[in-house]
């Protein structure tokens, strides 16, 4: 039987906007992302200070997050939600990886793509090829030794979206809090009003 060596597309433009802010809320919040005493190999990380990115680090890292929730379509993404400031915050552990992963990840879309430019001049189609390499899912390439530190950003650029760190474009998109019968925010309730309706939340027999 033939063996398909072709690369499966693993990411598609919106895929992260399906199924996955519960799960990102829930395994990353109120933790860091990215522990450099427990995945940090010494040949990963020789400096483990603290960085201050270059523009051009700070445009690529902010490629990657638009590579993650691209705003192509028109929609709110990776780089609206402001995903860099987070994944720069120094408590999710990422930000000494910065320097490393954006010469990883140009390194990679110069030669091993053979893209002869660097990956924030690549369009999207290209930057997800790439981005996909670098995690190991192309039959080619065992990934980059930074895979952690890819993974780290993509977490903390969902977490960032669904849980309003840096402002509101990623939960007003997907609607939350949402609306809710259960109560107004721009009237007050005539008298008795409030009561009946907080009974409406939780007698059963009421519903």
């Known amino acids: 039987m ?8 693993a ?8 199924g996955t802010g519960v799960a990102v809320l829930g395994s ?9 005493r427990a995945y940090g190999a010494a040949w990963i990380l020789p400096d483990d200070s603290p960085e201050i990115p270059s523009s051009h680090e700070i445009a690529t890292i902010k490629k990657l997050a ?20 987070t994944i720069n915050d120094l408590y999710y552990g990422v930000n000494p990886y910065i320097s490393e ?14 893209f002869f430019k660097d990956f924030k ?15 190991g899912q192309a039959w080619w390439s065992p990934g980059s ?6 993974e780290g950003i993509i977490a903390l650029t969902k977490l960032t979206f669904f849980g309003g760190l840096q402002n509101t474009v990623g939960t007003d998109y997907i609607g939350f809090p949402g609306p809710s019968s259960g109560y107004e925010t721009n009237r007050a309730p005539a008298s008795g009003q409030a009561t009946a309706r907080f009974n409406n939340w939780t007698d059963p027999g009421s519903r």
Do not use: M, Q
Not at 11 to 18: I, M, Q
């Open 2 to 9: 033939a063996i398909d060596h072709r690369p499966k597309r």
């Open 11 to 18: 990411f598609s433009r919106r895929r992260f906007l399906k």
């Open 28 to 36: 990353a919040a109120g933790a860091s992302v990215l522990s450099r």
């Open 66 to 85: 638009d590579t993650i929730l691209p705003n192509a379509d028109g929609d709110p993404g990776g780089i609206e939600c402001n995903a860099f400031d």
């Open 101 to 114: 992963v954006v010469s990883d990840v140009d390194d990679a879309a110069f030669w091993a793509h053979l």
């Open 121 to 135: 001049k690549l369009d999207l189609d290209d930057r997800t090829e790439v981005l996909e390499e670098r995690l």
């Open 145 to 150: 030794l930074y895979k952690d530190v890819y």
